[in-house]
């Protein structure tokens, strides 16, 4: 026998009751992209090649760079002692060359005074390393209350034990943590959006 599920019957049924609520506050959970800013961290020649998982890293990253410029998204690179490191791997620059990006140069390790100029709710957070930079970026960014997410498979780190703890460090203390492609179709909602096809290839 099927038991219609109504709002009346729902009393008897609290967590059930809690999912209707949810529904209809219009998936409040979902990533929005006019609320979001990207900061890349410290994607540099020289420190990425360290990296474990660089490659897919690398790959992670260039997607979410094309597709905030897709969605005319404000995005900024951070380089840290660009002397010594290096400069941002250049086919991430021209993934995003639509949008303009900012480059900001720094010594300090937390990141986080590269978007104070954004308006943006949430701030998204990828590049390396995620113990390092990427996680007291993140940390700041939480303290200043903003929303952060960090794209688990655009950080990296030399050693993956340390991504992992990183990560979970994060998740703990408020971070969102998502895949790249996770936050995409977030952001499209709807097989009809208008670049829905082109977000399609990306993530090929």
Not at 4 to 14: A, E, Q
Not at 58 to 81: H, I, K, M, S, W
Not at 104 to 132: D, L, P, Q, Y
Request: aromatic share 6%; proline share 4%; glycine share 6%.
């Amino acid at each position: 026998m099927v038991i219609p599920l109504t709002l009346t019957g729902l009393k008897y049924f609290p967590i059930a009751r809690r999912a209707v609520t949810v529904l209809n506050r219009g998936m409040a959970w979902r990533l929005k992209c006019e609320e979001c800013a990207l900061l890349v961290v410290d994607m540099q020649e020289k420190l990425l090649p360290a990296i474990h998982g660089a490659e897919s890293v690398a790959r992670n990253v260039l997607v979410l760079t094309q597709a905030f410029a897709l969605f005319r998204r404000p995005l900024v690179f951070t380089e840290q002692y660009p002397q010594g490191l290096g400069h941002t791997v250049p086919e991430l620059l021209r993934g995003a060359e639509q949008t303009s990006p900012t480059i900001v140069e720094k010594t300090r390790f937390n990141a986080a005074g590269a978007v104070a100029g954004f308006r943006s709710k949430n701030i998204v957070v990828c590049g390396v390393e995620t113990h390092v930079c990427v996680r007291q970026t993140a940390l700041e960014l939480l303290a200043q209350g903003k929303v952060v997410t960090v794209v688990a498979d655009a950080t990296g780190s030399r050693r993956e034990e340390h991504r992992r703890v990183a990560l979970e460090e994060l998740r703990a203390r408020g971070a969102v943590i998502v895949s790249a492609e996770s936050l995409l179709f977030d952001w499209l909602e709807d097989s009809r959006h208008p670049l829905f096809k082109s977000i399609a290839r990306l993530i090929k």
